[in-house]
């Protein structure tokens, strides 16, 4: 078989003391296709070009690597299975224009290969509102969310009094906004509405920058009750390779750093059984542990939510991420995680998964795929 894989992301690096052996012979012109660059003259690779080197490297497959140029139908028509790190909605943010989402999306659709991810699970995890409504249907815990359409000239009064109608109902004077589709911490905001209320001059410059965003799909602004506990407990970050379960990884990011230029300020922590001291300890910052029973209930939403999400006739993605956050305003003793996000091509955090190797098992997964996508070319 031919498999491309594209890259072209600019985030999502390891630094080379932290490279796992088989990447140690990375030759200049595969590393250079990183797009990441941490200061002068000190770079990353790219987690993208790392798993491309790998499956070039290990597949018995004819594994070639590509960039934004080469995204065209008759380009990817030379090929029989496409790995796009580099995905429409990677795309429209780089170029900027929401022609190239549509541009990009259309030689998807055409192509006669196989494409990975399928476009109607990228559609479906694009629409947050969507897929947060089709879990809650199905009795996956969300937080409830209201929507407003991004378009020009947005009512600012109507939508302050719908979000103070909204809030007195959650009984809370905080509230986030994130416009759909997200990402990257852009747009991300958290707002008292007593402040709001009083002075909508901020939320009303806020208002315009939003409009001025490129729009794809279905653009939404999205409301939600602010959780305190979201910034004081640890986002757990699932992972999972071919609908099983790969590992975990917790995170609190300071919220002041969403959003803007330069490095998020992140904490991590591991699961207990998923820990290894001995590469861990080198960290900048020693992480800590969470609690095996917590992430044995996550794992079982988890393969709940694999199997509500848009099925391809060629199986579970070959990566998939579900972010669990704490907690849901339920009034219990111990408050429960909820489904905080779902990603099709997620950030890997390569850094900072080193005791697993994560770059090799991506790799691996995408080996396991098109071998099993042979039975049908």
């Known amino acids: 078989m031919k498999i491309g894989i594209i890259v072209g992301i600019n985030t ?3 630094s080379e003391e932290r490279f796992p052996k088989w990447l140690e012979d990375i030759d200049d012109k595969t590393f250079n296709l990183s797009k990441e660059k941490w200061g002068p003259d000190l770079y990353g690779l790219s987690s993208d070009v790392a798993i491309a080197y790998y499956v070039q490297k290990y597949s018995k497959d004819d594994v070639e690597i590509l960039t934004k140029k080469d995204i065209s139908l008759k380009r990817f028509n030379e090929f029989d299975i496409l790995y796009g790190f580099y ?14 989402y549509r541009k990009y999306s ?12 399928p476009l109607n699970l990228q559609k479906f995890v694009l629409n947050k509102k969507l897929y ?20 020009d000239g947005m009512n600012i009064n109507n939508i302050i009094e719908k979000i103070r109608k909204q809030c007195n109902q959650w009984g809370t004077d905080t509230f986030i906004t994130k416009p759909q589709p997200g990402g990257f ?17 901020q939320f009303t410059k806020y208002i315009e920058k939003i409009e001025k965003q490129v729009r794809i799909e279905k653009p939404l602004l999205l409301v939600q009750e602010f959780v305190p506990e979201f910034e004081r407990f640890y986002e757990i ?14 995170t609190i990011i300071d919220p002041k750093s969403l959003g803007v230029s330069g490095f998020e300020k992140v904490q991590f922590a591991y699961p ?9 300890n080198t960290y900048d910052e020693i992480p800590e542990k969470i609690d095996n029973q917590l992430i044995n209930e996550l794992k079982k939403m988890g393969r709940k939510i694999l199997k509500i999400i848009p099925q391809d006739k060629h199986g579970p993605p070959f990566l998939f991420r579900i972010d669990f956050g704490c907690c849901l305003n339920n009034k ?22 080193t005791h697993i190797d994560f770059l090799q098992k991506v790799g691996d997964s995408i080996i396991k795929k098109s071998n099993s996508l042979k039975k049908i070319l």
């Not at 429209?92 to 190239?100: F, I, L, N, P, R």
């Open 12 to 14: 999502d690096a390891i």
């Open 87 to 100: 995905e429409p909605y990677y795309y429209t943010h780089t170029m900027k224009s929401s022609d190239a």
């Open 106 to 117: 259309s030689i998807i659709k055409n192509t006669k290969a196989i494409f990975h991810q």
């Open 132 to 151: 947060t409504d089709t879990l809650k249907k199905n009795n996956i815990p969300v937080m409830d969310t209201i929507s407003f359409q991004i378009r």
């Open 185 to 201: 911490g852009i747009g991300f905001k958290k707002w008292e509405l007593e402040k709001v209320t009083m002075n909508n001059k």
């Open 237 to 250: 970050r699932t992972f999972w390779l071919n609908g099983k379960y790969c590992h975990s990884l917790g």
């Open 272 to 280: 207990e059984n998923e820990y290894n001291a001995r590469i861990l």
């Open 332 to 353: 219990k003793n111990c408050r429960d995680y909820f489904v905080n996000e779902i990603e099709y091509m997620p950030n890997l955090f390569p850094e900072y998964s």
